[in-house]
């Protein structure tokens, strides 16, 4: 079997209230990639999604207490020194932010801001020759006019060509591991599903694993060969793309798939009651309980662990039995 890219066990990750408690945001997750895959972490907003891969990045702030292993390509990123964790962040790992208006500074080109991230990585290129190299990206990317636009500044760009700059950006230093962190949030949905085709396109041209982000499962249904959904800091429900969809077991996953809309329009969107729980005021037993027609009274006061069930594994004490039926094509 090939060895894994990236390798996350027993990731927990605690925050410090003001009253010097800690509350856990993560709850101990096993995650993997194999090179050259795409997986996919779904789930709403709070559930652990991104600060898992902000972790092993070093991008918390201070205090932030965080334990378990990440590995990429077998390095234990946990606990490395600042130093080397500068030299693999934005070279081997490539990061594509939510928002890359904020993510990109105003009074610089973003030709400049390229240059200046394939330089940080390597002095021995000359600023012509990384410029003409940022072209190439944007051209890699389907920027129009590259020669022009590298001159021009984040506000001169519509939200999908700043989208196609970040990730731009974020393949100039060839990594083997792409983050992509909601790269379609506040587009229409004409430009996802074109920011989705080049991420496709770019992953089987350059063979890079990537991480894809999101809160809508829709999103990542064309794209993702395994899927990860996430829930109070623990993931749910796991497992390849199409069991996911079609075997779906945790109560969740199947709120989630409901909330997508069907392209004939047909049926009305449903919708999961309640909301997601605060890291300070998580419920005893599945954090998922309190939302869950299906709950019990084991579900109020044991948490459920991740085991096989159908085509995926999910932690769940009452689990979904019926067989979804494909959509047709």
Not at 155 to 164: A, N, P, T
Not at 302 to 327: D, I, K, M, S, Y
Request: aromatic fraction near 4%; include cysteine.
């Amino acid at each position: 079997m090939t060895a894994p890219l990236l390798d996350i066990r027993d990731l927990r990750i605690s925050f410090q209230a003001r009253d010097g408690s800690w509350a856990d945001a993560l709850c101990g997750i096993d995650l993997s990639l194999e090179p050259g895959k795409v997986l996919g972490i779904v789930g709403e907003s709070g559930s652990g999604k991104s600060i898992a891969m902000m972790a092993f990045l070093q991008l918390l702030p201070r205090g932030t207490r965080v334990q378990g292993s990440a590995k990429f390509k077998g390095q234990e990123l946990i606990g490395m020194p600042a130093s080397r964790i500068q030299r693999i962040r934005g070279k081997a790992i490539g990061c594509i932010f939510q928002d890359p208006l904020s993510a990109f500074n105003p009074v610089k080109t973003l030709g400049q801001q390229v240059v200046e991230a394939i330089r940080l990585h390597d002095r021995s290129i000359s600023k012509r020759a990384a410029l003409k190299e940022a072209e190439r990206l944007f051209e890699l990317v389907a920027i129009p006019q590259p020669e022009r636009r590298v001159r021009q500044y984040p506000h001169e760009f519509s939200g999908g060509m700043r989208q196609r700059a970040m990730i731009a950006m974020a393949l100039a230093n060839k990594p083997d591991l792409l983050i992509a962190d909601e790269p379609t949030t506040a587009l229409d949905v004409t430009v996802q599903a074109q920011i989705l085709d080049l991420l496709g396109d770019l992953r089987a041209e350059l063979g890079i694993g990537m991480v894809l982000i999101t809160h809508d499962l829709g999103v990542v249904a064309g794209i993702a060969d395994e899927i990860a959904v996430m829930y109070g800091g623990s993931v749910v429900e796991r497992g390849p793309t199409d069991p996911i969809f079609y075997e779906t077991s945790h109560p969740y996953t199947a709120g989630l798939i409901g909330a997508v809309p069907t392209l004939d329009g047909t049926g009305a969107l449903k919708q999961i009651e309640g909301t997601p729980p605060s890291i300070f005021s998580r419920p005893d037993g599945c954090a998922f309980h309190p939302r869950c027609g299906r709950a019990g009274d084991a579900c109020r006061v044991q948490t459920p662990r991740l085991e096989p069930h159908g085509g995926t594994a999910c932690a769940c004490h009452f689990p979904l039995t019926t067989l979804r039926e494909p959509v047709p094509s």
